[in-house]
């Protein structure tokens, strides 16, 4: 026998609305085992599924001779055999009033970003506790990160009320407790619910176990509380994702609609170049309509040919979002690697992705107090405030506007990991009076009087691997053909522009950043500037990289082992950092990150310096930058 609803409820069902919301909370706190009961309880489950339940739960369940319900939504075979969550599951379910799709996100600390994908779509969290332990750091945690991540709407469910007894001042101490912390964290409703999620008390009926308490079950709360969608009533944006281009008559531009609506006739602008139109034709798939919602994906073409591409907004005529480069943001970090200001990362906001840097790390959250704390990193799942730059303006709103073009994601340059989501804030303002001046003489004018191309050949690796030896060698011989040249040196340099920085990790990539700026104004004097600094990161060298015209910048590996690099020891660094004396070492106790593909790669411990040095000048010559002597 199939175990389904009603016709009359799934009809009901399917004209109802869709509520999104989420389980949330500390590891083995039930959120798997709760939605596993209500998927149960709304008999969408078919008589084999139920079978396959409950021979699996013989298997793998925790509940003894009962049904595991946690099985429904733990899929991956690791989760049934840890017996928790890590991926997140979504599911779908309907009652006669509304449809529900239900996201189940892990609550392990080290899952924490997949808890924040499963919250950024939400209309409601259904925060879990677990009675016998009350409120834990983890269901602190995943408390700030609804906040943060725009959700109003939520449930305090306080699970496993059996293993108490059911007792009316544990459930009152923990939601006082609740209320209490979660005082500033803006939220517009708070409701408290008693109940066992695997006896099913509350959950989809009443329970006799808990007299006390006189309102509504959960799913008559998710049935019944209304949720105001902020995008849809908020004015048109529309990210383009695809420019469609099949022949020369026809030229749209597809995306999500991701606030608002638009109609046929609607005057609408790009939000970057604040270009105009109105809309021609709208689209729907294949099927024409003549309006468009938040949440729908278009197709839309406009009256007049103006340059759109992939990444620009488009939105209302009246309602323009920000446009800027410089902003703040509350970051969320998932790396085990810190997050380091200066260090450029790529930011993926809506359709668009360009380079940013965290430049100013204004505090750190501690979720246990809600204070905020002064700090130089984020370490991996804390949450800070922050001040970004972007290499290029984009358009977004506050995130409290709109979740989805206020939202973005960082990614790690070299491995394309996600390493961190943030919620934009506002613009900032400073610097807008300054603008770029136009001067008489240009950098390749500077460059042809010194009758040479600027460039920078930026020498890397171990302390004592002979960078400055070589680099020295080479500036004498330029000189002594006439060049003009100057060399950075990393010891020298620490005297003056980088007295004020230590040997921490994000010290050290504000020391390159402000070495690389330098570098660039340098190359604008039509110089060859040699840059002799230990430079352990990549992604500092990359970023160095970018800042010059393409071809200009010379990565040169100094590959000496650290054996040998020991053995010299010219300064006694070594010796001293063995001995505990010096902290943050590179090659000791702080990485080398070897470049990949260096444009030279020298081993002094093998060849001759001098003989490097003419190497790297006849690698000057084959690439012209002295062929205009």
């Known amino acids: 026998m199939t175990v389904s609803m009603p016709i009359q409820a799934?009809?009901?069902?399917?004209?109802?609305?869709?509520?999104?919301?989420?389980?949330?909370?500390s590891v083995d706190d039930g959120k798997s085992t709760l939605i596993g009961r209500l998927l149960y309880d709304s008999q969408l489950l078919m008589e084999d599924q139920v079978a396959d339940l409950a021979r699996d739960s013989e298997k793998h369940g925790t509940a003894g001779d009962q049904i595991d319900f946690a099985l429904l939504v733990d899929g991956l075979e690791a989760e049934r055999e840890q017996g928790i969550t890590i991926d997140v599951a979504y599911r779908f379910f309907a009652t006669p009033k509304r449809r529900f799709i239900v996201a189940d996100t892990p609550g392990h600390v080290q899952y924490t970003r997949n808890m924040a994908t499963g919250a950024s779509t939400a209309d409601l969290a259904v925060l879990l506790v677990d009675a016998s332990k009350g409120l834990l750091t983890q269901t602190r945690r995943h408390a700030v990160i609804v906040s943060l991540l725009g959700i109003r709407n939520v449930v305090i469910a306080v699970n496993k009320m059996d293993l108490v007894g059911f007792e009316e001042s544990t459930f009152r101490e923990i939601?006082?407790?609740?209320?209490?912390?979660?005082?500033?964290?803006?939220?517009a409703d708070v409701t408290a619910i008693p109940l066992s999620a695997r006896a099913g008390d509350n959950v989809s009926s009443r329970s006799p176990k808990s007299p006390w308490y006189s309102g509504p079950t959960l799913i008559e709360h998710l049935e019944t509380i209304g949720v105001e969608n902020a995008a849809t009533s908020g004015p048109f944006r529309l990210?383009?994702?695809?420019?469609?281009?099949?022949?020369?008559?026809?030229?749209?531009f597809a995306g999500s609609v991701a606030g608002g609506r638009v109609k046929l006739g609607d005057e609408i602008v790009v939000a970057a170049s604040g270009r105009t139109s109105t809309v021609a034709s709208l689209a729907i798939g294949n099927h024409p309509v003549e309006e468009a919602f938040a949440g729908q994906s278009v197709m839309l073409t406009l009256a007049d040919e103006i340059d759109i591409s992939r990444g620009d907004v488009l939105v209302a005529k009246g309602s323009r979002p920000e446009v800027s480069d410089q902003f703040a943001a509350n970051l969320i970090w998932f790396d085990a690697e810190h997050l380091l200001p200066g260090r450029q990362y790529l930011m993926k906001n809506s359709t668009r992705t360009v380079p940013v840097q965290i430049t100013e790390l204004k505090y750190r959250l501690d979720v246990e107090t809600l204070d905020h704390g002064a700090a130089k990193v984020l370490e991996m799942n804390e949450i800070g405030f922050a001040n970004l730059s972007a290499s290029e303006p984009i358009a977004f709103d506050p995130y409290a506007s709109n979740r989805e073009t206020g939202a973005f994601i960082l990614i790690d340059r070299?491995?394309?990991?996600?390493?961190?989501?943030?919620m934009l804030s506002f613009a900032l303002r400073r610097a807008s009076?300054?603008?770029?001046?136009a001067l008489d003489v240009d950098r390749d004018a500077r460059a042809g009087l010194k009758h040479q191309k600027p460039a920078v050949l930026w020498f890397t690796g171990l302390s004592g691997s002979g960078k400055s030896t070589v680099a020295n060698i080479v500036e004498r011989k330029l000189f002594g053909r006439g060049r003009h040249t100057i060399i950075l040196d990393g010891d020298n340099v620490r005297h003056?522009?980088?007295?004020?920085?230590?040997?921490?990790?994000?010290?050290?990539?504000?020391?390159?950043?402000?070495?690389?700026?330098t570098a660039r104004l340098m190359t604008d004097?039509?110089?060859?500037?040699?840059?002799?600094?230990?430079?352990?990161?990549r992604s500092e060298r990359e970023m160095a990289r970018g800042l010059l015209p393409e071809g200009e910048f010379v990565e040169i590996f100094v590959d000496t082992p650290i054996e040998v690099c020991r053995q010299r020891d010219p300064k006694g660094l070594y010796a001293r950092a063995d001995a505990g004396e010096i902290r943050n070492f590179t090659g000791i106790d702080s990485p080398y990150e070897a470049p990949e593909k260096p444009d030279l790669h020298l081993k002094p411990a093998e060849v001759d310096p001098e003989l490097l040095a003419d190497r790297v000048i006849a690698f000057l010559e084959e690439?012209?930058?002295?062929?205009?002597a």
Do not use: Y
Not at 241 to 252: A, E, I, K, L, T
């Open 414 to 422: 070299f491995t394309n990991a996600t390493v961190g989501a943030g």
């Open 10 to 25: 799934v009809t009901a069902a399917a004209e109802a609305d869709t509520l999104r919301f989420l389980t949330c909370g």
């Open 525 to 537: 004097a039509g110089l060859i500037v040699l840059v002799s600094f230990i430079s352990p990161f």
């Open 239 to 252: 990210p383009v994702q695809w420019v469609c281009r099949p022949n020369q008559n026809f030229r749209g």
């Open 623 to 628: 690439r012209g930058k002295l062929s205009n």
């Open 433 to 437: 009076n300054i603008h770029w001046q």
């Open 175 to 187: 939601v006082a407790d609740f209320r209490e912390f979660a005082g500033d964290l803006g939220f």
């Open 496 to 517: 003056g522009l980088n007295r004020d920085l230590g040997f921490t990790d994000a010290d050290r990539v504000e020391n390159i950043r402000r070495v690389a700026e």
